[in-house]
């Protein structure tokens, strides 16, 4: 809880893939992603696999369906 702490008063110091970097490199396979793949989840989904060999994503079903 201590690094995690010192990470957040860090953090704004940090690019977003830096700081994913770091939060895998520092709790490796506890880190999973969440996401329904809106614009936000698809990019995070890929910052999180150029970041872990085994990422851990589940999905959301927000029920958002996007009128075209």
Avoid: R
């Amino acid at each position: 809880e201590k690094k995690l702490k010192n990470l957040i008063a860090k953090a704004e110091n940090y690019t977003s893939q830096e700081l994913i970097d770091i939060v895998v490199e520092e709790f490796g396979s506890k880190v999973s992603l969440a996401t329904s793949f809106g614009v936000e989840g698809k990019v995070l989904t890929d910052m999180l696999c150029e970041a872990s060999s085994n990422p851990q994503i589940f999905t959301l079903d927000s029920g958002f369906k996007k009128v075209e």
